[in-house]
């Protein structure tokens, strides 16, 4: 079992804010001065919820349940999306899963404007996520009612299971609670910020929030997350150009930026492709020089994108060594591509598979051409971005 505390800048805040919060336990830094282990940080892409995903859910749970209704948010079966992947999830010290989809309720839509079934979050925590990050071009989509609803019911996810939800606030003082969100696993803490380009629709009012990528709001969560004296500062932005499997000028600049600005970690989201890794070495006032990893994109999780670099994704595993008072971020993530398989290809519905544990493993494709697909695609993704798994 994961041993964590999920910790919000609640800390930070005078007795009279905290009374108006969600409390969440946390354990006191106790004296780890002989610790020695290592912390693994495990993120996946776009968790995506498209038309066809849910009806296909639904279609599922329909088969052993007669009269089943599409409204109903537990009449969706998602079993088989990460089952071939949960293990490596719940093996995480920490796991981050980027949720691209409003929870405004039925009925039930994917893109352009997408409204994914409650249970869809629980059967994604079930599967070992401990954060979910929300900050998406697509929160907004059913405008500042649907992101008031999707609010709530992460907040009631929250009270259910440990896990924690930042990107996304429904005032002053939720933003200055998650914004950043801070975690304790085995005794490292670690202050995570999500924030997004831009949404495709706007909001009515300044409250709910969603966290926009501009330097100034940036900045006041660095000095919230530098208050909290964290050990690690995690950045996860939703950023970059769709479907290009290199970063671009203004990524590389906000990743320099946040970089000089005490971000030890940024894994990027939303291009729908995998993009290239960078290892960008700052120098820090006291002359220390780090080493920051740079994650341009996951790509997908699971979608129903049929362009089949769309379907080709990575895992990436970030490792911390923690040795006595001491930690550092072992530069070189780990990554695993993954591979979006959709209902009857291999698996009754859709299902991720890891690539590398089925190149030998064309019999379990139902459609074979679809094992070709992989396999090419696999190999011209890895070319593309440079990326060793």
């Given at each position: ?16 804010v905290l ?11 106790e ?43 537990d009449?969706y ?6 089952m ?6 719940e093996?995480?010290?920490l ?38 990050v ?5 929160i907004?989509?059913k405008g ?10 992460y ?27 801070f ?15 831009g ?5 009515t ?14 900045s ?51 291009p ?9 070495e700052?120098?820090?006032e006291?002359?220390?020089?780090r ?6 994109s996951?790509?997908?999780a ?20 923690v040795?006595?008072t001491q ?10 591509f993954l591979?979006?398989t ?10 991720v598979?890891?690539?590398?544990d089925?190149?030998d ?21 890895k070319?593309k971005?440079g990326i060793?798994?």
């Amino acid at each position: 079992m994961k041993w964590k505390s999920l910790l919000p800048a609640l800390l930070l805040l005078s007795p009279a804010v905290l009374d108006a919060q969600i409390k969440r336990p946390w354990i006191p830094f106790e004296d780890f001065s002989f610790r020695k282990d290592t912390v693994s940080i495990v993120l996946v892409g776009d968790l995506m919820m498209h038309g066809p995903q849910s009806r296909d859910a639904f279609r599922v749970y329909s088969l052993s349940h007669p009269g089943a209704d599409s409204y109903n948010h537990d009449h969706y079966d998602f079993t088989t999306f990460l089952m071939h992947v949960k293990d490596r999830i719940e093996a995480a010290d920490l796991a981050i899963g980027n949720l691209e989809f409003t929870l405004a309720g039925p009925p039930f839509t994917g893109y352009p404007s997408f409204s994914a079934p409650d249970s869809y979050p629980e059967y994604i925590t079930s599967c070992g996520f401990d954060v979910l990050v929300t900050a998406n071009n697509h929160i907004l989509d059913k405008g500042s009612e649907g992101l008031r609803r999707t609010i709530r019911t992460y907040d009631r996810l929250e009270a259910r299971h440990n896990v924690v939800y930042t990107g996304i606030s429904a005032s002053k003082a939720e933003d200055e609670a998650r914004y950043p969100v801070f975690v304790i696993v085995k005794g490292l803490k670690i202050a995570i910020l999500n924030f997004t380009y831009g949404t495709n629709s706007g909001g009515t009012s300044l409250w709910p929030k969603v966290n926009l990528m501009r330097r100034e709001d940036i900045s006041r969560a660095l000095a919230r997350a530098k208050a909290g004296h964290p050990d690690i500062i995690m950045a996860i932005p939703h950023w970059g150009v769709e479907y290009q499997h290199r970063h671009n000028q203004e990524q590389g600049e906000m990743a320099r930026w946040l970089a000089r600005n005490g971000v030890d970690v940024i894994v990027g989201h939303h291009p729908h492709v995998v993009q290239d890794i960078e290892i960008l070495e700052v120098t820090d006032e006291d002359g220390q020089v780090r080493e920051v990893p740079v994650v341009y994109s996951l790509g997908n999780a699971v979608s129903n994108q049929n362009d089949l670099p769309a379907r080709l994704e990575a895992l990436v595993r970030i490792d911390i060594a923690v040795h006595g008072t001491q930690h550092k971020v072992i530069p070189a993530p780990e990554v695993t591509f993954l591979w979006c398989t959709k209902p009857g290809m291999v698996e009754r519905s859709y299902s991720v598979l890891p690539v590398k544990d089925y190149l030998d493993r064309q019999d379990a494709w139902k459609v074979k051409e679809d094992y070709t697909n992989m396999v090419n695609t696999y190999r011209q993704v890895k070319q593309k971005t440079g990326i060793k798994d």
